[in-house]
């Protein structure tokens, strides 16, 4: 599988990562509409939903265009604390008129059975993006990622089982070592089909494991298996600080 280098930009300040992954996304959305008349978006947890706020105040942004999922979500109920959708809700869709019909939750009424709420989650994409077969992925126009200390991004873990996993556009974990530890996920085949990717990843916390994924791929953590493959490309929106250590060349941010 071909894949491009990937792009990383690094803003001295958090603001001017924010505003310039706002830039991005809405440049993102508008490509994508102006082509096929939506825009389909894969968001994560952690810090991510908070760094989208500066969005809000963005003008030109056909937010009723947009379809939003969830990249991983924890298995718990949508009004449950843990729930991405919930922080997600917080952070980001309280400011922005997304229609709620837009915004493709778990199946709360599967929380039960992992099995059948991943392959329900997969299913509400299989409808989004087209039949699956074996020559098809969907193609997101853009999945937003974060990184875990331990290089994992949206529920893949290092050496997990389901870092191999060929077939499965979404996957269960039962023993994700961040809590809670059920969720489900996205698997690289979905990821790694995407248009475009972007990792937000920011703070001296993330300084060497960023160093690690970065200038050395090879180790084969999660978020280094991030690879869209060509024509998809991927980028990097980090702080200073968190690529305080880091090798690998910075591209300046330009739209
Ligand atoms: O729901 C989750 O737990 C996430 O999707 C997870 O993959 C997150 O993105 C990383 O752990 C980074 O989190 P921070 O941005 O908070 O460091």
Same mark, same amino acid.
């Given at each position: 599988?071909?894949?491009?280098?990937?792009?990383?930009?690094?803003?001295?300040?958090?603001?001017?990562?924010?505003?310039?992954?706002?830039?991005?996304?809405?440049?993102?959305?508008?490509?994508?509409?102006?082509?096929?008349?939506?825009?389909?978006?894969?968001?994560?947890?952690?810090?991510?939903?908070?760094?989208?706020?500066?969005?809000?105040?963005?003008?030109?942004?056909?937010?009723?265009?947009?379809?939003?999922?969830?990249?991983?979500?924890?298995?718990?109920?949508?009004?449950?604390?843990?729930?991405?959708?919930?922080?997600?809700?917080?952070?980001?869709? @309280? %400011?922005?008129? *997304?229609? !709620?019909?837009?915004?493709?939750?778990?199946?709360?009424? #599967?929380?039960?059975?992992?099995?059948?709420?991943?392959?329900?989650?997969?299913?509400?994409?299989?409808?989004?993006?087209?039949?699956?077969?074996?020559?098809?992925?969907?193609?997101?126009?853009?999945?937003?990622?974060?990184?875990?200390?331990?290089?994992?991004?949206?529920?893949?873990?290092?050496?997990?089982?389901?870092?191999?996993?060929?077939?499965?556009?979404?996957?269960?974990?039962?023993?994700?070592?961040?809590?809670?530890?059920?969720?489900?996920?996205?698997?690289?085949?979905?990821?790694?089909?995407?248009?475009?990717?972007?990792?937000?990843?920011?703070?001296? @916390? %993330?300084?060497? *494991?960023? !160093?690690?994924?970065?200038?050395?791929?090879?180790?084969? #953590?999660?978020?280094?298996?991030?690879?869209?493959?060509?024509?998809?490309?991927?980028?990097?929106?980090?702080?200073?600080?968190?690529?305080?250590?880091?090798?690998?060349?910075?591209?300046?941010?330009?739209?």
């Amino acid at each position: 599988m071909v894949a491009a280098a990937p792009v990383v930009c690094s803003f001295p300040t958090a603001s001017k990562l924010t505003e310039a992954l706002a830039d991005f996304v809405v440049k993102a959305q508008k490509e994508a509409i102006e082509k096929k008349g939506k825009f389909t978006l894969a968001l994560s947890g952690g810090s991510l939903p908070q760094q989208l706020s500066p969005l809000a105040k963005r003008s030109g942004v056909k937010w009723d265009k947009w379809q939003v999922f969830y990249a991983d979500e924890r298995a718990v109920p949508l009004d449950d604390p843990d729930s991405n959708h919930l922080l997600c809700t917080n952070e980001f869709y @309280s %400011k922005v008129p *997304i229609p !709620k019909e837009n915004i493709h939750t778990l199946d709360p009424a #599967l929380l039960d059975d992992l099995e059948e709420l991943s392959d329900a989650y997969e299913k509400e994409l299989i409808h989004e993006f087209a039949q699956k077969d074996s020559a098809r992925f969907p193609v997101f126009d853009l999945i937003l990622l974060g990184m875990g200390p331990d290089g994992h991004t949206a529920s893949l873990f290092p050496g997990h089982e389901l870092l191999s996993e060929e077939d499965r556009w979404v996957a269960y974990i039962e023993d994700s070592p961040k809590p809670p530890p059920k969720r489900i996920t996205f698997t690289y085949p979905v990821i790694n089909h995407a248009a475009r990717v972007a990792f937000v990843v920011a703070g001296e @916390s %993330k300084q060497d *494991i960023l !160093k690690t994924v970065l200038d050395k791929p090879e180790e084969g #953590l999660p978020a280094s298996r991030v690879r869209p493959a060509a024509p998809g490309q991927l980028y990097w929106f980090v702080d200073d600080a968190a690529a305080a250590k880091v090798n690998y060349p910075k591209t300046p941010f330009k739209l």
